[in-house]
C-alpha cells in the first residue's frame, strides 16, 4: 500500500513545474561547480608540487652541515590540496597552506638563534577587494539548495490535500495513517533525489571525462559517505515540511512558517552563532605574545650569563643548554597560543552545531578533507614531523663518535655531512579513521534531529482532522 | 477613487499571518544581529584608540628623524555604518606606515593586532544582509497571490464590475503592499539605531543619519523590486499554486545561486601575470637608476666606511641599516634607510657633516624615486585588483541583490570607494609630512641622524586626520546602483500593467 501512495506522490511530483525547475537549478549549480573546479584544481596541484619540490631542495642544500640543519630547521611544510576540494570549500583560503620552521634572529659569538615551528596566518582578504559571496560546492547545493526545495516538495503535502479535499477521501479507504505518511516521504524523496542524482551524476561526469582530475578509489568511498549524507539531510527537511504541513491550516501559512525557520537554521544561525560564541574566551594577543616571548629570552639569556666563563667546555655546555631551552621555551609559548585559538574557534563551532546545515557542511568537510578539522590534521602531522626531524637531528649527532653531543654549538657537534636521503621528508597525508571520529557526532546529532522531526512528524499527522 | 481600494487592500494585508510573522522574524533577527554588531564595533573601536596611542609611543621613542620614518603610523577608525553593511571595512588592513620611503596604498596596509585569524573562516553577517534575504522573501510572499489569487476567489470580477479603471486596481495593490511592508523595515531599524544610540561609544552624527536614510531609501527600491517580480509573476500564471512556486524558484535564483554562480565563473585574478611583471620590472629599472645615483655619490666620496654610517662609532651604541624591499605580489618596492645616534666618539666627530651631506643627497633622491615608481604602480595596481573587482560588482549588480548591496554600501562609505578616500588622505597625509620635512630641511640636518645635540620635537609634524567625505559624494556614488534598481522598478511596473490591461478576468 505504502508503495501506490508513495508512486501517486510520485507521479503527481514529475509533472509539476517544481521538479521542472529544481531539476534546471540543480543542473545547472552542479555544472558550474564542475566547471569552475576543472579550472581551478589543477593549477592548486600544481602550487603544491612546485612549493614542496622548492622546500625539498632547501632542505637538501644544508645537508652537508648537521648544525645547518638542526639551527634552522625543517622550512616550510606544505598542505596537500584534498582531490575532493568541490564538495567542500571549507573556509580553506582562510586557512594557512603551510607551517614554517622558523629561528630568531639574534645571533651571538659562535651561539644562533635555532628553529621553532610556527603558524603563520592566512590572511587572503588582507588584499583583497573583490566582493565577498559564498563558494558554489556541494556543500552549498546540499545545505541551502537542495535543503530549500525539499520544504517546497513538501510544505502543501497535507495543507494542500485537505484545501483539495483529497486527503478525506484517501483516508476514508481502510489505511493506517502512518502508511500515508510514509508513502508521502517515499513519494517526495524519491522524487527529490532524481534531480539530485542526475546533477550529481553529470558533475561527476565531467570529472571522469577530463583528464586533469584524478578521482582515486578512496576518493569515491567518500563521495558515497557524502551523497549518504546528503540524502539523510534531506530527509530531514522532507521531515520538516511533512511536520509542518499536518500542524498548517492552510498550505501559504504552511510555506511562511518553513521558510522562516529555514532561514532562521540555514542562513542566520551559521552567520551569527560564531560571533557570539567567540566572544566567551579570549586568546593570547599578539602584542601579549610579545612582551612574554621578550621575557623568556631576558631570562634565560641572564641564566646563561651567569654560567659561562668558568672553561671552555662549560661554555659549551651552558650554551646547547641555553639555546635548546629558548627553543623550547618559545615553541612551548607559540603552541600555546595556537590551542587558545583552536579551542576559541571549536567552540564556536560547536555551539554552531545547533543549524542542521552547520552539521551538513562539517560532515561534508570532514570527508572531502578540507575545513578546520582538516587543518587540525595537518597541524598534527607538522608536529610529529618535527618531533621525528628533531630526534633525526640527536641520534644523528650520537652516531658520530667524535662529536662532543652539544646540540645547539657548531663546533660541539658532528661535522660528518649528512646523507640527504636519510633526512625525514615531510608528506602530508589524510587518514579516513580519523575522520569517522570527527564525524560521528555531527552523524550522530544529524540523525537526531531527523529521529526528532520524523517522530513529530507522525504524531502530527496522526492528530490531523479532515 | 483609490483611496477606498488602497484602504481594502491594506485590510486584507494587515490582517494575515503572513504580516505578522514578517513583522515578528525580521525584528527579532535585526535586534540581536545590532546587537552582536555593536558589541564587536566596540571591541574593534578599542583595538583602534589603543592602537593610536601605541603608535604615537612608538613614534617618540626615537629622537631623530630618521627612525621615526619607519614608525610614523596612522591607523584607520572603524566605520560607524558598517554595521548597516560591513563591505571592506572589516576586511581591508587598518595599519598604514606613513614614510617617504614609498607612496601607500591600500595593499600596503597591514591588520593590526589581529589576535585570532582562524575566526576568518565564519562568515560575517549585517543588516543589510538580513533585508537581502528576509524582507525579499516577504515582498515575494505579499505578492504571489496578488493578481492570480484575486482571480481564482473571483473577487477580481467583482471588482472590474465597477467603474474603476485597471491601472488604479493595480497601484492600489502595490501601494497599500508597499505600506505594509515598510512597517517590519522601518520598525526594525528604528530599533537598531534605538540601540545604536544607547550605546556609549557609538555616536552618530547628523551626516550619519542622512546616509541611514540613503540606505533606508535603497532598501525600499530593493524591496519595491521584489514585490513586483512577485506582482508580474502573479499576473502571468493562471494558479495560485504556480505563481507561488515559481516565486520560489525565482528568489532562490536571484538571492542564493545569481551571485554565487556570477564569481564562480568569474575569472580569478593574475598577479603573476605579464601585466605584473612589466609593471614591477619598470619599478625595479627606476630603482636602478636611483642606486646608481647613490653609487656615485658614495664612490666620490673620501671618507672610509660603508653607507649609511660610515662606520661612526659611539659609547651608547646606534640603530642603523638599509636596504630594499620588495614584494612581488603587491608590486611593491623600494629603498629603506635607517640610521640613529645618541652620541658619538670623538673620532666619529669629523665623519659628521660628511654624513649628513650624504642623507641630504639620499633623502630628496628617494622620495623622487617613491613618487615615480608610484605612478606606475598606481596604473598596474588599477589594472590588476580594482578593475576586475569593479568588473565583479558590475555583474553582481545586474542581479538586484548586488545593486542593493553596491547602493547601500556607498551610502554607508564601507565600499572601495569611501576606502580609497582613507587611503586618498593617508597619501596627502604623507606629503603634508615631506614638506614638514622639507620645510625643517631634515634630510641635510644633523637631526637626521644624531640627537647629542637637540631631540626632534614630534609635537610640530602635521597631524594626521581623516573625515569621511560629505553626503553628496556617498549619494553621487549610490546613484548608480539606485538609478539602476528604480529602473528595473519602473520597467516592471510598466509591464504588469499592459498584461494586468490585456488580460482576461
Known amino acids: ?466 | 477613487m483609490l483611496i477606498p481600494l488602497i484602504r481594502r487592500e491594506l485590510l486584507d494585508n494587515l490582517m494575515t499571518f503572513r504580516f505578522s510573522a514578517a513583522v515578528f522574524i525580521t525584528l527579532l533577527l535585526v535586534v540581536t544581529t545590532t546587537a552582536v554588531l555593536i558589541a564587536d564595533y566596540e571591541r574593534r573601536l578599542e583595538r583602534y584608540n589603543t592602537s593610536i596611542e601605541t603608535y604615537r609611543r612608538g613614534l617618540r621613542k626615537w629622537q631623530t628623524y630618521s627612525p621615526g620614518m619607519g614608525r610614523l603610523y596612522v591607523a584607520r577608525q572603524p566605520n560607524p555604518l558598517s554595521l548597516f553593511n560591513a563591505g571592506l571595512d572589516k576586511r581591508i588592513g587598518n595599519k598604514i606606515l606613513v614614510s617617504p620611503w614609498f607612496v601607500p596604498s591600500l595593499w600596503d596596509a597591514e591588520m593590526d593586532s589581529l589576535d585570532n585569524s582562524f575566526l576568518n573562516i565564519f562568515s560575517s553577517i549585517d543588516i543589510v544582509f538580513i533585508f537581502e534575504v528576509v524582507m525579499s522573501l516577504f515582498a515575494l510572499i505579499f505578492a504571489y497571490d496578488a493578481l492570480v489569487g484575486e482571480r481564482e476567489r473571483g473577487t477580481l470580477r467583482l471588482v472590474l464590475t465597477h467603474p474603476v479603471r485597471r491601472g488604479y486596481i493595480l497601484l492600489a495593490k502595490y501601494i497599500s503592499a508597499m505600506l505594509c511592508l515598510m512597517v517590519p523595515l522601518l520598525m526594525s531599524l528604528l530599533l537598531a539605531v534605538i540601540l545604536l544610540a544607547t550605546s556609549t561609544s557609538i555616536s552618530l552624527s547628523t551626516e550619519d543619519f542622512i546616509r541611514i536614510g540613503g540606505i533606508i531609501l535603497s532598501s525600499l527600491a530593493y524591496l519595491s523590486l521584489f514585490y513586483l517580480i512577485g506582482l508580474l509573476i502573479s499576473s502571468v500564471t493562471r494558479r495560485t499554486s504556480t505563481a507561488l512556486m515559481l516565486a520560489m524558484f525565482v528568489w532562490g535564483f536571484l538571492v542564493l545561486v545569481y551571485p554565487n554562480m556570477i564569481f564562480a565563473t568569474n575569472v580569478p585574478q593574475d598577479t603573476a601575470g605579464a601585466l605584473a611583471s612589466s609593471a614591477f620590472n619598470q619599478i625595479k629599472q627606476i630603482y636602478e637608476q636611483f642606486d646608481s645615483a647613490r653609487e656615485n655619490f658614495l664612490a666620490n666620496d673620501t671618507v672610509p666606511g660603508e653607507a649609511p654610517t660610515f662606520d661612526m662609532e659611539s659609547p651608547s651604541g646606534w640603530t642603523s641599516g638599509d636596504g630594499f624591499i620588495e614584494n612581488q605580489f603587491t608590486l611593491l618596492y623600494y629603498y629603506w634607510s635607517v640610521i640613529s645616534y645618541q652620541d658619538f666618539y670623538d673620532s666619529a666627530l669629523p665623519k659628521v657633516p660628511y654624513v649628513q651631506n650624504y642623507h641630504g643627497f639620499l633623502g630628496p633622491r628617494m622620495i623622487d624615486a617613491a613618487e615615480q615608481s608610484w605612478l606606475v604602480r598606481k596604473q598596474a595596481l588599477e589594472n590588476i585588483f580594482v578593475r576586475p573587482a569593479v568588473i565583479g560588482r558590475m555583474l553582481l549588480s545586474l542581479s538586484p541583490v548586488g545593486g542593493y548591496d553596491a547602493a547601500t554600501q556607498a551610502w554607508a562609505g564601507t565600499g572601495l570607494e569611501g576606502i580609497q578616500d582613507f587611503f586618498d588622505a593617508a597619501r596627502q597625509y604623507r606629503q603634508a609630512v615631506i614638506a614638514y620635512l622639507y620645510d625643517k630641511e631634515a634630510f641635510a640636518s644633523r637631526l637626521w641622524f644624531a640627537a647629542d645635540k637637540s631631540k626632534v620635537d614630534w609635537d610640530t609634524l602635521p597631524q594626521f586626520s581623516f573625515e569621511r567625505r560629505d553626503i553628496s559624494r556617498n549619494a553621487n556614488r549610490a546613484l548608480p546602483a539606485l538609478f539602476f534598481l528604480l529602473m528595473i522598478n519602473l520597467f516592471l511596473f510598466i509591464v504588469i500593467s499592459l498584461i494586468f490591461v490585456k488580460s482576461e478576468v
Open chain 1, 1 to 466: 500500500m505504502i508503495w501506490h501512495i508513495a508512486k501517486r506522490e510520485l507521479y503527481d511530483n514529475l509533472n509539476s513545474l517544481r521538479f521542472a525547475l529544481a531539476t534546471i537549478l540543480l543542473l545547472g549549480l552542479m555544472l558550474n561547480n564542475a566547471i569552475v573546479h576543472l579550472r581551478e584544481h589543477p593549477v592548486r596541484v600544481q602550487k603544491y608540487l612546485i612549493s614542496i619540490t622548492a622546500a625539498r631542495n632547501a632542505l637538501m642544500a644544508r645537508a652537508n652541515s648537521l648544525y645547518e640543519l638542526a639551527q634552522k630547521g625543517p622550512g616550510k611544510l606544505y598542505k596537500k590540496p584534498s582531490s575532493l576540494h568541490f564538495c567542500a570549500e571549507g573556509g580553506d583560503t582562510f586557512l594557512s597552506r603551510t607551517v614554517e620552521a622558523k629561528h630568531g634572529f639574534w645571533e651571538n659569538g659562535n651561539l644562533k638563534s635555532f628553529w621553532r615551528m610556527t603558524y603563520p596566518a592566512a590572511m587572503p582578504n588582507l588584499t583583497n577587494i573583490r566582493p565577498d559571496v559564498t563558494k558554489v560546492d556541494w556543500a552549498f547545493i546540499i545545505g541551502s539548495v537542495l535543503s530549500l526545495i525539499a520544504l517546497l516538495f513538501t510544505f502543501d503535502s497535507v495543507a494542500g490535500e485537505r484545501e483539495r479535499g483529497t486527503l478525506r477521501l484517501m483516508l476514508s479507504n481502510s489505511i493506517p495513517r502512518y502508511t500515508v505518511l510514509t508513502g508521502k516521504f517515499l513519494g517526495a524523496l524519491v522524487s527529490l533525489s532524481i534531480p539530485f542524482g542526475l546533477a550529481v551524476l553529470v558533475n561527476l561526469l565531467v570529472f571522469s571525462m577530463s583528464s586533469a582530475i584524478d578521482i582515486s578509489i578512496d576518493a569515491w568511498g567518500r563521495l558515497g559517505i557524502i551523497f549518504f549524507v546528503a540524502i539523510l539531510y534531506t530527509c530531514l527537511f522532507l521531515a520538516l515540511g511533512l511536520l509542518v504541513s499536518a500542524r498548517a491550516q492552510q498550505s501559504a501559512v504552511s510555506l511562511v512558517i518553513l521558510l522562516l525557520t529555514w532561514g532562521t537554521f540555514v542562513v542566520f544561525m551559521p552567520n551569527l552563532l560564531p560571533s557570539i560564541a567567540s566572544g566567551f574566551s579570549f586568546p593570547m594577543s599578539t602584542d601579549e605574545l610579545q612582551v612574554r616571548d621578550d621575557d623568556i629570552n631576558d631570562k634565560l639569556w641572564e641564566e646563561y650569563f651567569h654560567q659561562i666563563g668558568a672553561s671552555k667546555l662549560g661554555d659549551m655546555q651552558a650554551g646547547s643548554k641555553y639555546v635548546t631551552k629558548d627553543a623550547a621555551a618559545q615553541q612551548w609559548l607559540i603552541e600555546e597560543r595556537l590551542n587558545q585559538q583552536i579551542n576559541q574557534v571549536q567552540g564556536a563551532r560547536s555551539i554552531t552545531r545547533i543549524s542542521p546545515a552547520v552539521i551538513l557542511q562539517y560532515l561534508i568537510e570532514s570527508f572531502s578533507g578540507t575545513g578546520f578539522e582538516r587543518h587540525l590534521q595537518f597541524l598534527e602531522n607538522a608536529r610529529r614531523y618535527a618531533r621525528e626531524y628533531r630526534k633525526f637531528v640527536v641520534d644523528t649527532d650520537r652516531g658520530d663518535s667524535a662529536s662532543l653531543h652539544l646540540i645547539g654549538v657548531r663546533g660541539a657537534m658532528s661535522q660528518n655531512p649528512v646523507l640527504p636521503e636519510s633526512i625525514p621528508i615531510f608528506e602530508d597525508t589524510l587518514s579516513l579513521t580519523r575522520d569517522f571520529n570527527d564525524a560521528a557526532i555531527d552523524f550522530l546529532l544529524l540523525m537526531l534531529f531527523l529521529m526528532v522531526l520524523l517522530f513529530g512528524a507522525y504524531l502530527a499527522f496522526l492528530r490531523v482532522e479532515v
